[in-house]
């Protein structure tokens, strides 16, 4: 029998520290406590249970202090006294069920532009207050969620919004204890070695009094931020620890905690950026959700929410609208809040300067916005702009190099400030105390996302190239000797630029494709002007922009991949330069982009059009490009990034060969493709190209269900591939067209073994005229009474069938496994005595057919008859005779 929640004898009251109490006071008058907390306290306790009013006690009060900690939202820092009521400004995010595996490694921003271009419709979303609960069709319980996505994105506010739910007694009711443990408050006590008891009790003071080894009660560990986690955890430790009171390295209690050595009936939900995802085996993890940030009707919600004047805020919504790359980012939850508080400063009163239109406008006033808050906080120190701001900048772009997001005392003393000057710019860097639980009295550093880090990094850069004439670029891996003897002086800023710009190509995850875009921004005359708001001196150097823009076009010509052309067309943008866009958009309006003979930058700049366009690109018809210029291999392979991020892509009738397959294999292959439906009929594939689609079959990150290969000229060898793809436990395949290929009895038995297969999720099969038999129907039938077959419709016109084929299906759809509701039989070559054989499936009472399509047959009216008497029958489900 477990033992109950215990308190030692004497005291009435968890200890709480002064300074959770004095936080307690301040923030009462902001968020009214409910009574009904202690009423949903008193519900969880069962009926007869006669423990001390004490445990109550100590349950509310936990529960109460979780509420008054989580009821507001301070976005963007945690210093900034305005805080609002979480409720008021929550916007639901959108969460998905994702599948565990490949992480991707690309820049945050690059995946966010892919996520942008999704269509979401078929994905399954899933509430925040639900990610332990079992969907349908799962019948294992879930211990241990993560929650990747990438920063800024809320994940964090996820967790605050499943808190402050719990608290309020609206959801997971059935929990009785959460313990919230930030990473980056973890990092403080990574040199300790303690129990578990020890770290719950430092961390929460209420519970020092409770027993909560016992499995009588549900307790749940949030560990928000894996990606910041400065621990070294080894999950193939052999130390294993099965006692709460057992002590051990913070590292070993958590291993211990996430593998289930330690309190194993508990939940534990961890979030990551994607990067770091892959630091917990995915053994251990039972769900893996993915948060996607806002789709589009949540990103007008959040404007709607947060600014009161709804006028404002439309004009603010149709602003961002009108650049991509700004409603692109909007994504983000931080960009809204970044940009919300730009542009309600700006557009709700006269304002001479000019409207953010780039990432780089919108982040410099973004930065004079904050530097105005230091300003009137009219701070004692005698510290001026430049100086923080180099110091800073100097920070985020060491801490960029290292790969940190987050940063303690000696990170900020190594670039020479001093930690009171950092919380002048609260606005930028975020000093946080988590003295309100009771937590270590170090401090955290972060910017408040990795964006205003990479901005703050780039005007580093462009600051000490003006000011000092020093490429930071050059010493970052340089010894103190080489960086005497070897620096090498530049004579313009588009040196500059042309260096980082080389840097950022040779970078395979574009770690620094933000970074680049900001950097040539920043030398742009309007944003030039800005500087001057935050600095009388900004330093000059030469600088000629036209050389930057050739340099950038030249490497466009150069054809590197399409994901890097991308990120250098919105340099072109932040430059100011849409020459390239300019003329692939003039083909587009007139029609002549089938006649135009393209040259690669050109290429790069219609893939660039067609995916920032405001027109999703969920239907991509290949045959709208191809013209006498180009062939259809050809024309395909230059626009492959837009197939891989459309849903349905036509690629029919448009003479493609079987190297076109190899480079659709890739696409599918993609983390990044969301290809669904893949029309290649009447293209001469032959046996050769489907065997390399079927190899993308089977890759797990491959989300096709639709394929068509009617009239490929393929062979019974082409079902023998496809047949080992649909076998396979990713294939995701449920409609499949094969018609009008010489598949033979030989081919369509390959493709019958698979449909008796479990992993395979074929619903709709078509072969008509593929030139069948009876001997066909003998193996369809075997699959159709298979208890694996899910296939609901199968199309056999045009084959020579016969009499002795439909008895044998006949027989298959009186089977009880049998879940088949469309039949097509047309042109068979089939009789009245066919009828007789469906009329008797017909009225089984496993029979669920509902189509029937028996057109060009010789029935004759003495079938009809027959069938007719079926059509009486009470168990005869037909909807639809032809």
Known sequence: MPEPLKFKSGDTRPDLSSDHQKRSEAESSRVSMKSDTSMVCQEQIKSGDTRPDLRNEALNTFRSNLLKKFACLCEGTATQR?????????????????????????????????????????????????????????????????????????????????????AEGKENQDVQLIFPLPFREINLMKDKTLSLSDLLNFFFPETKEMEISSDEYKVLFIFDGLDECRLSLDFKSKVKLCNISESASVDVLLMNLIVGNLLPSALIWITSRPAAADLVPSECVHRVTEVRGFNEPQKEEYFRKRISDQNLANRIISHLKSSRSLFIMCHIPVFCWISAAVLEKMMSRAETGEIPKTLTQMYTHFLILQTNIKHQKDYEKNVTDKDMILKMGKLAFQQLVKGNLIFYDEDLRECGIDVTEASVYSGLCTQIFRVELGLYQGKVFCFVHLSLQEHLAALYVHLSFTIKNRNVFDQTKQSLVSKIFNQKKYNSLSELHQRALKKALKSENGHLDLLLRFLLGLSVESNQTLLHELMTHTGSCSYNKEETVQFIKQKIRENHSQEKSINLFHCLNELGDDSLMQEIQDYLKSGEIKQAKLSSSQWSALVYVLLTSEQKMDVFDLKQFIGAQHTADEVLQNLLPVVKESRSVRLCGCNLTAQSCGSLSLALQSSNSVLRELDLSNNDLQDSGVKLLSDALKSRNCQLEILRLCGCNLTAQSCGSLSLALQSSNSVLRD???????????????????????????????????NLTAQSCGSLSLALQSSNSVLRELELSKNDLQDSGVKLLSHAVKSLNCQLKILRLCGCNITAQSCGSLSSALQSSNSVLRELDLSNNDLMNSGVKLLSDALKSQNCQLEILR
């Open 82 to 166: 305005n805080p609002t009521l979480l409720n008021e400004i929550y916007t639901e995010l959108y969460i998905t069920e994702s599948e565990s595996g490949e992480i991707s490694n690309e820049h945050e921003v690059r995946q966010i532009e892919t996520q942008s271009r999704r269509a979401a419709t078929e994905d399954t979303a899933i509430k925040c207050n639900h990610i332990f609960r079992v969907l349908p069709g799962q019948d294992k319980a879930i211990r241990t969620v993560l929650t990747k996505g990438v920063a800024g994105i809320g994940k964090t506010v996820s967790v605050q919004k499943f808190i402050l739910d719990w």
């Open 736 to 770: 499949m067209d094969l018609s009008k290929n010489d598949l033979q009895d030989s081919g369509v038995k390959l493709l019958s073994d698979a449909l008796k297969n479990p992993n395979c999720q074929l619903e709709i099969l078509r072969l008509c005229g593929c």
